[in-house]
């Protein structure tokens, strides 16, 4: 019942246009019509059927919880539910998918079930990353070890031993474009490194307080803030370089996307990455899992 649980309406209603943009998308359009309804037109049938994905994922995870409580060992059992990175539906020209340096793909779920050490309901504020993962089982399971790790346990928070961690941090990306950022509780800067099929600017800037959705680029308004969180991130880069003894590898991705890159224009982006349909993907996919097993 999943696909029709979140939406009742017309998929096919000839007044809605809000899938035009989307069958206008010259890089996904072909492989969007391998699985999205022929003749759509509306954009919520089609993020209905991701929160019918994730309700159906709830029930598959209430399966293990009741046989965890069926074994006895629901109590004494750390369960974790995380997601390695979110997913962009109708927004910001990124249909259907997880690429771009929006919210939408940088926040992701993390929830920790273990009445033995994690109080029930709590919500904690504050930002942390996946790094922070590893610790915090550590801890909750009693394991001691003198290795060192980026993170940190996410008990701190949890405790109210801090309030966050890390409140500005470094941002990439470089699956179907090439980009680095920085991002502040207020601010998010993002930097194209090469252009992007879908030429957007090369410097994006969101005020993230008043423009949560990020809808409004401000770059040009501000100047000034861009040449201070490009700063930031910039000291950044130097400090993980030196830390490393290693070049920032987003500096040197080379042809990244196996199709030509680094691209000089939009246009040229646009069409190298130029997706077709599921079996197109599939080839491409299957040439790039040869090439790994060849190295």
Known sequence: PFDRLFYQGDEF???NKSMEPVWADKVFSDYFKSWIPEGCTDAEYVNAQY??????????????????????????????????????LDEHECFFDHHGMYEPCLVVPLVIRYPRKMPAGLRVDGFNQHKDLLPTILELTGVRTKA??????????????ADSFESEFYITECTWMRKHGWRTPQWKLIVALE?????????????L????????????????????LRGRMDAFIAKREKQTGLPN????????????????SSEEALEKLHIGDRK?????????????KRK
């Open 51 to 88: 929160d019918g994905a994730v309700a159906y994922m709830d029930t598959c995870i209430q399966q293990i919880f009741e046989r965890l409580e069926v074994l006895g060992i629901l109590d004494n059992t750390i369960v974790i539910i995380n997601g390695d990175h979110g997913e962009t």
């Open 13 to 15: 209603d000839p007044a």
């Open 280 to 292: 197109t993907a599939q080839t491409l996919q299957s040439k790039d899992k040869k090439k790994g």
């Open 249 to 264: 590898p987003m500096h040197h991705q080379g042809d990244w996307s196996n199709q030509g890159a680094p691209y000089v």
């Open 209 to 228: 307080v008043e423009d949560p959705l990020e809808l409004k680029n401000v770059a040009k308004q501000n100047p000034d803030v861009v040449a201070n």
């Open 195 to 207: 252009p992007d099929f879908h030429f957007k600017p090369e410097i994006e800037l969101y005020n």
């Open 148 to 161: 060192k790790f980026d993170g940190q346990s996410l008990m701190k928070l949890v405790r109210g031993k």
